[in-house]
């Protein structure tokens, strides 16, 4: 991909990067909803700039270093279908930067806005232990220590590639003092004597035939990190058989299984789940209590 000679500023490059994000149809997903601002993320994010810096910054001329670097990066973007979050190793959620790579999914889960909230009307106060299983990038756990100021936190993945991510965005928020990371399939590697109020969890949930047809984009992300069996709930099968163990008497458990959420519904008609609702986006997230995960049908 050649740039044309009379692109010189920042708005010219992201006005261009646009268009031919546009015309070559490029799948967004991972943060952005249209083209305009998937292009103000790159090429702001290569600059170093805020994706949020005044517009007047779009009449900045660009060296011709920098006009190298977007149009390596664009073409990258069209061509390999990398999603922008891994080409800048960072991405937002709950307002917050993480760093990522190919070994994290790119956060974008609606748990944000539980986060954002404080988990009302959930939890009626702050808990004093919680788990965030299946961490990746560690954002859930991270927001949620963030969140609650006084709560210890406990974050786990099954990979060691993910958690040396995590333990480095811990450390960018400086909460290795209350923040807690083990290596573990679900909750095997985390001590049976530890107990938490409240555990939550995006963990893998796309069944085998979704990710084959799934846009090149989410290729680039970790398999182990998405697909979860043939029907994408066995780790969920797991979390629900073993979770009430683990959880203190007036403990929660939340979930997300996202569209594995209709299978669910058909291998456990009438469950008793709390399907909870977002104004921001999302589905496929549920709630139980201690004595609803032993009550439940899959115990």
């Known amino acids: 991909m050649k740039t044309i000679s009379n692109l010189s500023t920042i708005g010219d490059f992201i006005r261009w990067a646009s268009t031919e994000f546009a015309k070559h149809k490029v799948f967004l997903g991972h943060g952005s909803d249209n ?107 991270i927001a949620t220590a963030l969140a609650f100021p006084f709560s210890e936190v406990d974050i786990s993945d099954i990979s060691a590639d993910a958690l040396a991510v995590a333990r480095d965005n811990v450390a960018t928020y400086e909460l290795e003092d209350r923040v807690t990371l083990f290596q573990s399939d679900v909750f095997d590697g985390i001590p049976a004597e530890r107990q938490y109020d409240l555990i939550v969890s995006n963990p893998p949930y796309v069944d085998a035939n979704d ?26 099968r797991k979390i629900l058989k073993e979770a009430a163990s683990r959880l203190t008497e007036n403990g929660l458990l939340i979930v997300e299984i996202g569209n594995s959420a209709e299978t669910f519904e058909q291998l456990w008609p009438g469950s008793g789940v709390s399907w909870i609702e977002f104004e921001q986006g999302g589905h496929g997230v549920f709630a139980l209590t201690k004595q609803d995960i032993m009550a439940g049908p899959w115990q």
């Open 35 to 141: 083209y305009w601002d998937e292009a103000v993320f790159l090429v702001l994010g290569l600059l170093k700039q805020p994706w949020n810096s005044d517009k007047a910054i779009f009449h900045c001329h660009v060296t011709d270093e920098e006009k190298e670097l977007l149009v390596t990066h664009i073409d990258l973007r069209i061509r390999k279908q990398i999603p922008v979050a891994y080409l800048l190793g960072e991405a937002w959620f709950c307002g917050l930067p993480f760093k990522v790579n190919t070994h994290t999914l790119i956060p974008r889960s609606p748990i944000g806005e539980l986060i954002e909230r404080g988990y009302e009307p959930w939890l009626a106060m702050e808990p004093d232990r919680i788990l965030d299983l299946c961490t990746g990038s560690g954002c859930i756990g």
């Open 211 to 236: 990710f084959d047809s799934m846009p090149a984009e989410y290729q680039h992300e970790p398999k182990l990190g998405l697909v979860s069996g043939p029907d994408g709930l066995d780790i969920c």
